[in-house]
């Protein structure tokens, strides 16, 4: 499979793109979510452009953790950012606006690259492709583990 590789300067452009656009949509969250492990770095940069707590939750263990306690945690914001590297297929970020559903009028999501023919549509992006055009492997700088 062809792979793209995006440089640590692109991403770090992408969520600044993203970071101006929760501004200009007038909104901001109380906490952001991140989803391990592609979500943390953009996670935690958001965290800090927009002075947010910040938590990491594991939603592929999502089936052998207590549900209750991310609802939990849920219940006391009132505006909640989930955060993921790529919105590809859309099914992980679609599984989670399911298990959460009683949360979506507080849930807003973003990735740093957003597949335009996903499942599942995110309020915020830095980059959008289309991968029915162009099926290559997004590769983030901190995936890069091929010796150079």
Known sequence: MKKKYLSQESVENYIHLIYLNIIEANWS?????????????????????????????DFKDIYNTNIHLYKIILDNYKNILIVDDINDTGETLSSISKYF??????????????NRTSIFNVDFYGNQIDKGADSSWIVFPWENNEKK
């Open 29 to 57: 969250p109380d906490i952001i979510i991140s989803i391990n492990r592609g979500g943390c770095i953009p996670g935690v940069y958001l965290s800090h452009y927009i002075s947010v707590k910040h938590k990491v939750f």
């Open 101 to 114: 559903k009683d949360y979506s009028q507080k849930i807003k999501y973003a990735v740093i690259v957003d």
